[in-house]
């Protein structure tokens, strides 16, 4: 074992992430908590499209062998991925029962039983779904995770905002929506079994109307994976795809160009034709902008705002997206970033 890993294998979570964040409000045996059947899907319809998609893209291998880890009674595995084999791990057997897609299940606390009851790379694909907040020990987790997945086979860890609170660790509970991503980012890092991870966000599509909290006026469960390949690939196997959320089909390049051009007379935005909205530019002496207004397009589900979550992220930008903003002193489009969607709509003027 090489120096680094031995430092990172005797470090405790609590050096790791502060004393007591993987605590959680109701200690109780998780078993009890999972004993009650609950047949509910825990995101909207839309959201779960985005889950099968995501899955069906990164799952490339022929007959895939899978493990769905803190499994229910549905695996979101789109029909395309064609498995050889589903093994769901949970914790309450009529759901796991009932779960069409699984061809076995064990039932597994692994939060008091860490090591995972399967041999060594037994696994093409592990999927994880809106459940690494309820894990007490994720380095050893994902640690057993590397274990039993093949040289190359996939890691998917897929999360959103809602959850149960009472069994969510205290340091999920406390990071706000970017830094889970980091926080799961860290613990495939400390597990030092996978290739850098990537991040896949998808945010701000609109709620399907027949959702029980679309009068809410909120938008689609937010989707966030973080994903990894187990190292040691063979060299020149098939390369799992770069993927990114598909939010409205991008303009042909010349038809933008025009709109843009257009919009000094139409003040309408180029990528979803809505009226842009006029917004007084707010006096700090941190704005270079020497203008006392901007038009801004305001609409949530503006394709270049939906895009933007993602685009920013790859930029180093955690958190943010981009809203178009036109400047008509210099008659000028450019992006404004923004942390939410109501920022920046306490200065809409008209
Ligand atoms: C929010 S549900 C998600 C279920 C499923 N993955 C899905 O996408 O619908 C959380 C799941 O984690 C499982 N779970 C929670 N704590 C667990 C533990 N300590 N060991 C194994 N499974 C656990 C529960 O059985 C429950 O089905």
């Not at 929506?177 to 290739?195: A, C, D, K, P, Y």
């Not at 843009?260 to 007379?265: G, M, R, S, T």
Request: hydrophobic content about 35%; charged content about 25%.
């Amino acid at each position: 074992m090489d120096a680094a890993r031995h430092w990172e294998e005797t470090m405790s979570n609590d050096d790791l992430f502060g004393t007591n964040a993987f605590s959680r409000l109701d200690e109780t045996d998780d078993e009890i908590f999972y004993a009650r059947d609950r047949f509910v899907q825990h995101l909207d319809s839309t959201a779960l499209a985005t889950v099968e998609q995501l899955i069906g893209q990164l799952v490339i291998e022929e007959n895939p062998i899978i493990l769905d880890l803190m499994s229910s009674w549905d695996s979101h595995i789109p029909a395309s991925v064609q498995p050889s084999k589903v093994v769901g791990l949970g914790l309450n057997k009529n759901e796991l029962e009932q779960n069409p897609a699984l061809t076995e299940y064990v039932m597994h606390d692994l939060n008091k039983f860490p090591l995972l009851p399967f041999p060594d790379a037994s696994f093409d694909a592990v999927l994880n779904t809106v459940s690494v907040d309820y894990m007490t020990n994720p380095i050893e987790t994902f640690g057993e995770v590397g274990r039993i997945l093949k040289p190359g086979g996939l890691f998917l860890v897929i999360f959103s905002s809602r959850m149960f609170p009472q069994k969510v660790t205290r340091v999920w509970r406390q990071a706000g929506e970017n830094e889970r991503i980091i926080l799961v980012e860290e613990f495939f890092r400390h597990s030092q079994l996978f290739e850098t991870p990537k991040v896949f966000i998808s945010k701000g599509k609109p709620r399907p109307q027949d959702d029980k909290y679309a009068h809410l006026g909120i938008p689609s469960d937010p989707i966030y994976a973080v994903y990894a390949d187990r190292k040691g690939a063979q060299a020149g196997r098939m390369r799992r795809p770069e993927v990114s959320s598909q939010h409205g089909s991008p303009l042909p390049a010349e038809t933008l160009q025009q709109r843009i051009d257009a919009v000094k007379e139409t003040l309408r935005c180029p990528h979803c034709g809505d009226i842009m909205r006029k917004w007084a530019v707010p006096y700090t002496p941190f704005t270079t902008w020497d203008v006392d207004f901007m038009y801004i397009c305001f609409n949530d589900t503006c394709p270049y705002l939906m895009r933007g979550w993602e685009a920013m992220n790859k930029q180093g930008n955690r958190g943010l997206s981009h809203r178009l903003m036109y400047d008509p002193v210099r008659q000028r489009c450019m992006p404004v970033p923004v942390p939410s969607l109501d920022a920046l709509k306490e200065s809409i003027v008209e």
